[in-house]
């Protein structure tokens, strides 16, 4: 094998899901069956890398100031759906089961690994629920240890006034996961499921 060839199986084998036979499947197929299909995707790589970036308001995805859910008019802006990773947002969002908007928070508190309130979007949240235009949060975090530890912190440090109606997704999501490996149904159940948190 060559250091080109084993280098760029290094680097896709570093991809989520991808192991050492997928990487070199998938170098191979680049390289020596398609190897057309090489450029076309090293240019999609750079073209997104340069236009994708976080929406200014709910840290979603975005090629311009606003992604498309905070920019849809159908969508209930009232009603915000917290969740960690934008993955999670594409479960939900696949689900068809929600019109409401989002805020990633890129992250969840854990102390063990260093991760304290500062590191995640929480101030953008905050500062839309004191704007007034967040009636709901569905705190859509993962069902375990830390995920938890961020929703106690939420409801403890959202501001008192306006008032808010905090619910968190639990029916149907098994302890220990999470939303971006659920399916549509069980997530469809999670949201039309969902309880008052307190």
């Known amino acids: 094998m060559t250091p080109a060839l084993e280098n760029l199986q290094k680097r896709l084998k570093q991809l989520p899901g991808v192991g050492y036979r997928s990487a070199e499947r998938i170098a191979l197929h680049l390289l020596v069956e398609k190897p057309g299909q090489l450029e076309a995707l090293v240019e999609s790589l750079?073209?997104?890398?340069?236009?994708v970036r976080r929406c200014v308001r709910c840290g979603n995805?975005?090629?311009e100031e606003l992604c498309p859910v905070c920019s849809d008019a159908r969508r209930d802006q009232s009603v915000v759906c917290v969740v960690e990773h934008v993955p999670d947002l594409v479960a939900i969002e696949r689900s068809g089961a929600y019109r409401g908007v989002y805020h990633v928070l890129h992250g969840r508190l854990s102390p063990i690994h260093g991760v304290g309130p500062g590191d995640l979007h929480l101030a953008a949240l905050m500062s839309r629920v004191e704007s007034g235009e967040v009636k709901e949060l569905i705190l859509a975090l993962s069902n375990d240890v830390e995920g938890e530890a961020t929703c106690h912190y939420l409801s403890e440090h959202l501001p008192a006034e306006p008032a808010v109606k905090i619910s968190r997704i639990g029916f149907g999501l098994p302890s220990g996961g999470g939303v971006l490996y659920a399916d549509s149904v069980t997530l469809k159940s999670a949201l039309e499921g969902r309880?008052?948190?307190?």
């Not at 750079?46 to 236009?51: E, G, L, T």
């Not at 309880?195 to 307190?198: A, E, G, I, V």
């Open 46 to 51: 750079r073209v997104a890398a340069q236009a």
């Open 61 to 63: 995805l975005a090629e």
């Open 195 to 198: 309880r008052h948190y307190s």
